[in-house]
DNA sequence: GCTTGACCCTCACGTCGCGGCAGGCCGGAG
DNA sequence: CTCCGGCCTGCCGCGACGTGAGGGTCAAGC
């Protein structure tokens, strides 16, 4: 029930100095010292320190940890909840990042570029300025600047031309599939969405189902993904998505 | 096509200092300069910077960010990639951290304790001493510890002992709907489950369906919780957890 | 042409959360 | 009694900026 700093440092995978440092701004002062001056810690000192590194772990500075730890309206269960909330809204903003990287590939692979302030929109709320004043620009006119960064993916001109001719057969054979009347969960539609999936694996990133039907969610959801597509065929965004899905629940 | 320093920060979300300092460090050069000698960003510097953004919010010393970057082997597409697998990671992280907590909280609804290294386990892999060794003090003898942990809690003596009726009283149904042969899924069974919610609602914490379902799955995963419930009676933390999961479904 | 205020520059010192080492005092095992 | 590992208290250093101080720059309005 009474532990040495060592004892301690070594169950909550803190460093020795770390707890001098605790105690040295009365974070976490061991409830008791032997004869000789050495730190003893107790099981509520342990409770203590699990919290701090809870918070800590999440990124709070010591002082607003001592705050919250030390607030007496607060009763453990309150805290666990707290926690828990604090977690379940992280979980939320790095869910949100992961959209955001999944947009910043899709957009790369369309070959559709982002205003600098869409690409750090990710980092948090966009003061309501002016924003999408000057949207038009976001689809034209740099067109140097893409070949620029297309040569630095890696891939050289042919292999560039191939991927760009199975794009172009592709989104022919998805055109004939949808004005033809197909519907989007015929084995041809979902037959098409593999083949889009494939596509994307082969030339860009791993694309588990998963990810295959976010992104069909992705493009009915931005506008700027309709878009594309629309200009393709009309109606093309929500074939495509409808068959993506079709697709993963047929592979399930 | 052209920033200065102000307008950088404002679009990344960052200060001017930091710019600053990411220029004397040379993680981020601006890529010319005024005749006056004001920081003239480009383009590709925000892309940049929004890659050092990325990784620095996900706790990456400066250092080992500019070594990412300036990998000559990594192209862009391959970033993206690795920035995705970085956020799954990390959220598979915290969704443990979020299983840990949960576990705290049942835990504590239960008064049952966890050992200090147990507490501590969410932080890390613990390395495989001993490691259950002492597993048989959690169960015992800390009586006088619980009193006084209850007290800091913030409920009095009644109501105490209240909630231990309630939850004695449901105790006892439960135990009949099992022993009397009443499938899992029946009514009766359900409306069990949906009271067991209930108690932990009113007198522990905010638990919806979502998170009822998941307790119900650690009562089968986690053998403290399985042996708390086996105690009361045999084939018990199956069958709540099976009445749980049928409440949840017939209430979407 | 001149002021004014917002913006930019370069030092340079301060802060936070420790890491790491020096120099010295315990404490139990042999 | 003597080790060796662990504990103590300074104290300096570092990473990633924050925060002025002291001074130049630029576009807008008079």
Redesign the interface.
């Known amino acids: 029930m009474a532990?040495t700093v060592g004892q301690v440092a070594k169950?909550?995978?803190v460093t020795v100095r770390t707890l001098h440092h605790y105690d040295e701004i009365k974070l976490l002062s061991p409830s008791g010292r032997t004869a000789a001056g050495y730190r003893r810690y107790d099981?509520a000192d342990?409770?203590r320190l699990?919290h701090i590194?809870?918070y800590r772990?999440l990124g709070f500075p010591l002082e607003e940890i001592a705050a919250i730890l030390d607030d007496p309206t607060a009763?453990?269960?309150a805290h666990?909840?707290r926690?828990?909330d604090l977690?379940?809204g992280?979980?939320g903003k790095?869910?949100e990042?992961?959209a955001a990287?999944?947009i910043?590939?899709e957009a790369?692979r369309m070959e559709l570029n982002l205003t600098?302030?869409e690409?750090?929109e990710v980092?948090?709320d966009v003061d309501p300025d002016e924003h999408a004043e000057e949207a038009r620009e976001r689809w034209g006119d740099t067109e140097a600047?893409r070949v620029s960064?297309r040569r630095?993916?890696?891939y050289s001109k042919e292999d560039w031309l191939r991927h760009k001719a199975e794009q172009d057969d592709w989104n022919r054979r998805i055109v004939a599939a949808l004005t033809s009347g197909r519907p989007a969960d015929s084995a041809e539609a979902k037959a098409l969405a593999e083949e889009h999936r494939q596509l994307i694996v082969r030339w860009?990133?791993?694309c588990s189902y998963e990810v295959h039907t976010g992104l069909a969610d992705m493009y009915l959801a931005d506008p700027r993904f309709t878009a594309y597509y629309e200009t393709i065929a009309p109606g093309l965004a929500e074939y495509l998505a409808e068959a993506i899905h079709a697709n993963a629940i047929s592979r399930a």
């Open positions: 532990y169950v909550a995978r099981d342990l409770e699990q590194r809870f772990e009763d453990p269960a666990l909840r926690q828990h977690l379940t992280r979980i790095l869910q990042m992961v990287i999944e910043a590939m790369r600098p302030e690409r750090f980092f948090g600047y960064t630095a993916a890696g860009f990133y791993d």
